[in-house]
């Protein structure tokens, strides 16, 4: 490839957004980058992780494209209000966590099982994703996978987002993560589920959470 460039390699250098102009070239190339994947992309659907800051241009461009974009529900916050799944744009995806961020499960036990430095981020993300699902306290003593989990996952399906997806470490309910972002660690990229497919399906406990995820697909016109 270099040889055929003369030792140019395919890159994208983005200009900083600072002026009008610079926001138009940046969109114009991007646009163009954009259409090339999708041209490729064949019958697979092409998704832009718009999460974090994005210039203004970019979400526009993407709709534009046909390209979905990503609705975090303890993300989507504005004025002072968590927007509820019902008010969500059709043509987007919908997910509590990527590869980025800790499991459900992980960020649960930080913020009332294991006192840490950031356990009141967790618990303020928590209380979000507890307005998103309309979770109200019954007891004192609340499970995360008897009382949150279900109330979870109903709110995200029930979302009027076209997919709705969540991480397998979610869909479980497991601890473990398989990146920590900003790091250079060799445990990144390395972790394997601890269990087979075929274990999961005989364990009881398992069996009983698919299939309230079932019911829950099936309710939801998801299946």
């Not at 979400?59 to 969500?88: C, D, N, T």
């Not at 294991?114 to 967790?122: E, I, K, M, N, V």
Request: hydrophobic content about 35%; proline content about 5%.
């Amino acid at each position: 490839m270099l040889e055929r460039t003369g030792g140019r390699a395919p890159h994208f250098h983005p200009r900083n957004d600072s002026k009008p102009e610079d926001c138009e070239a940046n969109r114009h190339e991007g646009e163009e980058y954009l259409r090339a994947v999708l041209e490729e992309s064949g019958d697979a659907r092409v998704i832009g992780e718009d999460l974090g800051t994005v210039p203004r241009y970019v979400r526009p461009s993407l709709r534009l494209l046909g390209v979905a974009g990503f609705k975090i529900p303890q993300w989507e916050f504005y004025h002072g209000r968590v927007m509820p799944g019902a008010e969500y744009e059709r043509f987007s995806v919908a997910t509590y966590a990527t590869h980025d961020h800790k499991p459900m499960r992980a960020l649960w036990e930080e913020a009332f099982e294991h006192a840490t430095p950031t356990s009141d981020q967790a618990r303020a993300e928590l209380e979000k994703i507890a307005t998103f699902c309309g979770f109200a306290r019954t007891s004192e003593q609340i499970e995360f996978e008897r009382d949150f989990y279900p109330a979870m996952m109903k709110a995200l399906f029930e979302s009027e987002s076209w997919i709705s997806v969540v991480m397998i470490t979610d869909l479980l309910a497991r601890r473990y993560r398989f990146n920590i972002p900003g790091t250079a660690a060799s445990s990144n990229w390395v972790r394997r589920m601890q269990r087979t497919v075929s274990q999961l399906r005989s364990s009881p406990k398992e069996r009983k959470r698919m299939q309230l995820i079932r019911a829950l697909l099936e309710k939801t016109g998801r299946a």
